[in-house]
């Protein structure tokens, strides 16, 4: 139970002493992610900036590590806890060191001089988070993922126990966000950070949290593990859509996970599979790029696609843990075929 | 990181050298040459006796130390707004701090002259304290309802006009023996500074840039963004006070004993940027105070040689090379 880091207790948060949300209850344990989910505006950045303190709780309390946030000491706090917001930073003329070494404020003295150990922090969060090839870089014409990144080191650079981020990922493409959340994975398992954000990809919040806290309509709805909270038409209740639609769109039925692309031209491509026997990896066959070597029976389409007709890894839903442990193994085939090998 | 201590120390050391060079220059130049040696006895003499020395003692130093020190203050002061802002472009004379002060300045002569009496340095500066808080309370007003920083200098600006067409106005109608006094003031000028003046010019320009200096930490903060300030530990709240108070009395310094000064607080810390490559306040801070000093050296020689023996306003000098500055900034932001 002492693993519990942060925790609410009759949390009502919003604006002006108007509360916006009630009831909102939850703990999250050090190294674990809550994932906060619902639609725009329900209150998932009120809740954030209530347990920043960048607004102060309408009733009920928040306790960081078993301690009433509101009366605690800037830099006490400061030292548990970092943010990474939505909020453009206006870095003039600072290399991407600089921004991340200004998560070692609450370290600094009277005029803030980094002391060498404090610039060795730096340099290790930043291998940790991979930017380190961004040290000397100007802050203002990284990419939007670089800074991203760079925007979680500075985070991390605080040594915080609990992490909150708002949207991080809403401005990556599908191979910086999942950089950024896996990246994120890792840090809060090795340093035991408690992560708490906001996601707009729900496929994303699926499969990083540990927790997930669904806000609707004033209230927090439900709170649970991904697999409690992803069930039958929750998501399009949540979101206010009508039954089913959202599965029309991404595909899936029942309690299925992974989404199928009916968007891909190729759909469906495994002709003569029963559909559901592949909903999973249907658009991220880890064999595909394998071509020949693949170990299925399969022929191309007229449009040059791969259709497969015996998969080696029948995609079923069991089968994908398999295949992300071969994982390695796989794509260092594929790369060997890319070379020509 | 080495690369960038060095370009630092560089940067100083030939900041320095500059402002010495000004310095020297402004001592000898003007309308009797003085040369180095004649300096250097005046200077022993205290202009005990000689003409010369006279000159030299009572009328250039204090008033090349005014211009220095004022020149800094303009300098952190604009370099503190513009972190309040976030605004590369805000400055006391742009925002219409420096308009309000003259406006309280100019009625408070007024009414001290009507009443017989000369006010003292204490009172200026206090007069011109409450103008730049006025002004400033407008602009923060103006600031919690529009968020767009173009639109916050066109009110600037505006406040700008209002308060110089009053103080026009109270000017007009004051003793045609205060007029010449106050219309000189009122354009910006270094001239008639006084060696007590001198001393209180000192000590609040001093004090103050000291004093933002001590805050040039929450000011890194604070630089990228409020959400982040807060969680770095900054009280906010306190943290706006302070910077608000600090840049109001520089300002307002200034303003009391050289009238509205144009550009510098915008110009100065640009140029300090652009030679340290950096916006750290710690760096900027005194770098800014020792640029503005240099700046305000460079256009008060101008001012006093250029014409001579007319002199010009320092505003005038001052706004050929910071308006510029200003417009290519403009331009540089639309760009990027």
Redesign the interface.
Known sequence: MDDIILHTKDLAVGYGGQAVLRDVTFSVRRGEIMTLIGPNGAGKSTILKTL???LSPVAGCVYLGGEDLAPM??????RQ???V?T????????TCA??VA??R??Y?G????LSPAD?DAVADVMALVHVTELSGRDFSRVSDGQRQRVMLARAVC?EPDVLLLDEPTSFLDVRYRVDFLTTLRALAREKRIAVVMSLHELDCAERISDTVLCVRAGAVDRVGRPEEVFTGDYIEALYGMEPGSYRAFFGGAGDRRFFQNRACESFPCHGGVDEADFNCLFCFCPLYALGERCGGSFHYTEKGVKSCVDCAFPHRRENYERVLARWPELSALAKGKDHGV | MEGRKRRCAWAFALLLALLLALLAANLSIGSVRVGADELRDALRARGAVETLGRVVWTLRLPRLLAAALLGGALAVSGFLLQTFFANPIAGPFVLGISSGAKLTVALMLIAALACGRTPGSAAMIGAAFCGSMLAMGFILLVSARVRNLSLLVVCGVMVGYICNAVTELVVTFADDANIVNLHNWSMGSFSGVRWSNVRVIAWVTLAGTALSFLLSKPMSAYQLGEGYAQNMGVNLRRFRLELILLSSVLSACVTAFAGPISFVGVAAPHLMKSLFRTAKPIVMIPACFLGGAAFCLLCDLLARTLFAPTELSISSVTAVFGAPIVIWMLLKRKAA
């Open positions: 920043a303190r960048q000491h800037g830099n006490a706090l400061a806890l970092a943010i917001t909020e453009r930073p206006r870095a003039e003329l600072m600089d921004v200004t998560g404020y609450p600094t009277r005029l803030g001089v610039r605080q």
